[in-house]
């Protein structure tokens, strides 16, 4: 029965990933249920009944409806969205210190954003220009990376996302310094550093189809994904065309990426944080950290932005709280080096 299964996965490891599995998707369930009760309005667990049975105070309907519950599916989707792709990238790369930024696809998508705010664009505009920047940013990297043929292909892509999230990054402040300090400046440095604050129902539901097109190939690919660690030529001799599979997992979690960053700005160190913690958890198999992940990912964003909205009288951005959990954890990773990724 091991033989059928994927490298390095046995009856018994999908026995604890299922266990691990079940108690993330409980402990989810608890933690979804206290950002529901926790807000600066407080509500019971008796107005969400009302509200489903249209008997609630119009203010409480407005609540619920166009704010809390909003804000809690764009922070389990934005945060599963992120760590999947950030599983993705670290399994591609064989590196635990990738992360979706590699690429340039938050720095394109930023620079989209930015663009936007400072023409002074509707807000729907603003979101579709961030994920056509964080789409193009990728584009670019990749052919850059095909037209260079001296190299590791894999370092040559890498370095081409550093260079092009750079260059990125310098126009953006660019766009900072032109920009009106009185209303356009503040509202770029808020989008800049992550936040929820302002979603809406209308701004959740266009993003799902990016999230569901980017995602679905990665959990319909994900054992293939494995076989990548045996070297391209053993792939092939098992029917899987290791180029064209690098191809698809780079769309597909740019995609992800690049649609979540449209509505929650830049939020930083989720995917390199969670998909490690993942690999601990049950061990370096794709088709089951990939799962782990999302469960990882959404929980943990839905966590950190309810303290964001909770622990002070005013909104904390995201990115500020990412990256106070992120650093230190990232410290720790580069002490470890890259055992268990040999």
Known sequence: MEQRLSPGVTPASRWHAGRVLSLLAIALGLLAAFALLSGPYPLTPRDYLDAFGGQAPPRVESVIW????????????????????????QMLFRNPLVSPDILGV????????????????????????????????????????????RGDPTLVLVLSGVVLGALAGAATSLLKVLADPYDQLPAITFWLLGSLAAITPEDVL?????VF????????????VNLLTLGDEEALALGVNAPRLRLVIIVAAT???????AIAGVVG?????VPHIARMLVGPSFGIVLPVSVLLGAGYLLLVDTLAR????????????TAVIGAPFFIWLLARGRRGWS
């Open 206 to 210: 266009p993003v799902l189809p990016g």
């Open 310 to 321: 909770t622990l002070t009288g005013a909104e904390i951005p995201l990115g500020i709280l």
């Open 255 to 261: 995609l992800v990426t690049a649609a979540v960053v």
């Open 66 to 89: 166009q704010i809390r519950l909003p804000r809690i599916v764009a922070a389990l989707m934005v945060g599963g969205a992120l760590a999947a792709a950030g599983a993705a990238y």
């Open 106 to 149: 938050s720095a394109g998508a930023g620079l989209g954003a930015v663009t936007g705010i400072y023409l002074s664009l509707p807000v729907a505009a603003i979101q579709g220009m961030a994920f056509a920047g964080g789409i193009a940013a990728v584009t670019a990297v990749v052919l850059i990376a095909k037209s260079v043929e």
């Open 269 to 273: 160190w989720v995917g390199l944080v």
């Open 213 to 224: 097109l980017g995602l679905m190939p990665l959990f319909l690919l994900r054992w293939r």
